[in-house]
């Protein structure tokens, strides 16, 4: 039964100039987009018995930048954070092996986003480090070094009762 779907499925499907390929695939906030090669050529069929017909190349654009190079994914640091959609991401693909559920790009963004989070502990331990010491200026200092600002006013704000 299997095999004479399979039959079915191969007879009816287009040749192999027909077909559109697929070049790449990624998710992007508003869902899938996939880029496809279309065919120089392309035989149209009609139902009836007229004469195949043979249509000029066309510019199907599937994305609105199908054509042209995607932009590039911005940095972890300036996309819109959601703590929570990061927060699962690290945990379902952070670690992932070969046989998870994860398309490639979530793990890199998985990656990316791990060790940022692991960069912005070992700053906040240090800066912690130097408010326990009772050293505000380099505290506040290596806070504003290592880019985090809130991190930085956090600082501020717990040395400022002391001055």
């Known amino acids: 039964m299997l095999l004479l779907m399979l039959a079915l499925l191969q007879a009816s499907a287009p040749s192999e100039e027909a077909r559109a390929t697929l070049q790449s695939c990624q998710t992007t906030d508003k869902g899938w ?3 496809y090669q279309m065919p120089t050529e392309m035989t149209v069929k009609p139902l009836e ?66 060790e940022a989070a692991a960069k912005s502990d070992a700053l906040r331990s240090k800066v912690t480090g130097l408010l326990s010491e009772n050293r505000c200026d380099e505290a506040v200092k290596a806070a504003l070094e290592g880019g985090d600002l809130s991190l930085a006013r956090e600082a501020r704000a717990f040395c400022a009762p002391q001055r």
């Open 33 to 35: 987009v996939c880029h």
């Open 49 to 114: 018995g007229q004469p195949p017909v043979v249509a000029p190349p066309a510019t199907v654009e599937l994305a609105p930048a199908a054509s042209a190079k995607p932009p590039p994914e911005k940095p972890v640091s300036e996309k819109p954070a959601d703590p929570s959609r990061q927060t699962r991401l690290i945990a379902r693909c952070g670690d992932a092996k070969w046989y998870s559920a994860c398309l490639p790009g979530e793990r890199k963004e998985a990656q990316m986003l791990k």
